[in-house]
């Protein structure tokens, strides 16, 4: 089954840079996608086609994809930016879609 | 206003089967793929299954393909997900979710979720 590996967590400081990698093997022909979750909440988009930014979303969120990963970057991250980041994507067909493991971003 | 309520979650044993229910309202839902995504508790999003808008198109991961199937009624407006030879790692909480049209391969409206869990 195909998968995406992300860091279990990633940790910055207010105002530096956060930045959380994906790796899979199709990223080279597929989006990479990144969702932000904080607690007790419905996931929210902030990536979308491997760089695009959703309206609403602050912009500090950019995305980049080369080869095999995928990079979520959070440029001067704030305290508010603390949650649970997922890359996804989709399977060589296009059909099955897959959430990376996720990541605990902390910002303290 | 979209809505997407999840029901039909609960405490089941092992090797059982249970039948999750989406009941959607605030768009024309035969327009939409709908999805299942569920989430253990205390760890990740994990995709489970697609129904694309007609009904004939369905994907399903790894983990439950032969074991779960997804189906929708057009004239209900809902999404079934009928889960059989439960497992322990099948406890979730499970969430309906709407595909985007608007920015394809994306969701735009979460259900509020249904706890299944498999326990003897």
């Known amino acids: 089954s195909y998968e995406l590996t992300q860091p279990p967590s990633v940790s910055v400081s207010p105002g530096q840079t956060a930045r959380i990698t994906c790796s899979g093997e199709?990223?080279?022909?597929?989006?990479a996608y990144w969702y932000q979750q904080k607690s007790g909440q419905a996931p929210v988009l902030v990536i979308y086609e491997d760089s695009k930014r959703p309206s609403g979303i602050p912009e500090r969120f950019s995305g980049s994809s080369s080869g095999t990963m995928a990079t979520l970057t959070i440029s001067g991250a704030q305290v508010e930016d603390e949650g649970d980041y997922y890359c996804?994507?989709?399977?060589?067909?296009?059909?099955?879609?897959?959430f990376g493991g996720g990541t605990k971003l902390t910002v303290l | 206003q979209v809505h997407l309520v999840e029901s039909g979650g609960g405490v089941v044993q092992p090797g059982r089967s249970l039948r999750l229910s989406c009941v959607a309202s605030g768009f024309t839902f035969r327009s939409f793929g709908i999805h299942w995504v569920r989430q253990a508790p205390g760890k990740g999003l994990e995709w489970v299954a697609v129904i694309w808008y007609d009904g004939i198109n369905k994907y399903y991961a790894d983990s439950v393909k032969g074991r779960f199937t997804i189906s929708r009624d057009n004239s209900k407006n809902t999404v079934y997900l009928q889960m059989s030879s439960l497992r322990a790692e099948d406890t979730a909480v499970y969430y309906c979710v709407r595909d985007n049209l608007e920015v394809a391969g994306t969701y735009d409206y979460w259900g509020q979720g249904t706890l299944v869990t498999v326990s003897s």
């Open positions: 996804y994507s989709t399977d060589s067909s296009g059909t099955l879609r897959v």
């Open positions: 199709t990223l080279p022909k597929k989006y």
